[in-house]
């Protein structure tokens, strides 16, 4: 594999957010969407592949080394595999996490990923197919509190969104919409979603 330094563009000396800044924007350009029915496709998406190794190659070394070789966990109670994708959660991003997470190949998708997933399609409204994302974290990693936490929150919640979720390919509320008590159970469970990402929704919860 080429030095994966040279594969993101960018020296050794350079600090964890210029790494991150590298990948983003190596991520944004060969997108597998940007190059749907394109010849280019397969060339797009061995690159995608080449950078996404290179990336993980760099900052698992530094990790290993900023922890003196110790080994940690993929989720949020350790280090995690995702930590560029979490800070653009927490920081309200959801668009540029989103474009990260569907840049991740499909063999590369562990719990952590379909973890980050549900929170960011639960953040924009996309109740089913969160909730359908973080079942299969639960499913994949049993053990996870983080990700079981989320999850039985869902369900707790999941009964006032009825029939007025917003699905992926509608983009608005079905049926008669929602009542007051919906919205609440629903921003309820978007604030621990939050809470768990770092941020806070509901500033007096």
């Not at 990260?100 to 929170?119: K, M, Q, T």
Request: negative net charge; proline residues 3%; hydrophobic residues 25%.
């Amino acid at each position: 594999m080429k030095d994966p330094y040279e594969v993101l563009g960018i020296n050794k000396n350079a600090t964890d957010d210029e790494v991150k800044t590298a990948y983003r924007e190596l991520a944004r350009k060969y997108h597998p969407d940007n190059y749907a029915n394109n010849p280019l496709s397969d060339l797009a998406s061995d690159k995608m592949r080449e950078i996404n190794e290179a990336y993980d190659q760099v900052m698992n070394s530094r990790k290993h080394k900023s922890s003196g070789g110790a080994q940690g966990q993929s989720y949020g109670g350790g280090s995690s595999n995702f930590s560029d994708i979490r800070s653009l959660i927490s920081g309200g991003r959801l668009d540029d996490a989103q474009e990260l997470l569907d840049g991740v190949p499909i063999e590369r998708r562990d719990a952590e990923w379909y973890f980050l997933n549900g929170s960011v399609l639960y953040r924009r409204g996309y109740y089913d197919e969160a909730y359908t994302s973080m079942a299969t974290a639960c499913r994949m990693n049993p053990a996870e509190p983080e990700y079981r936490a989320a999850f039985n929150q869902m369900q707790k919640s999941r009964g006032g969104f009825g029939s007025g979720y917003r699905g992926a390919n509608t983009g608005y509320y079905n049926n008669n919409g929602t009542s007051a008590c919906d919205c609440c159970s629903s921003m309820i469970c978007a604030d621990c979603c939050c809470e768990m990402m770092g941020g806070d929704l509901i500033s007096c919860c």
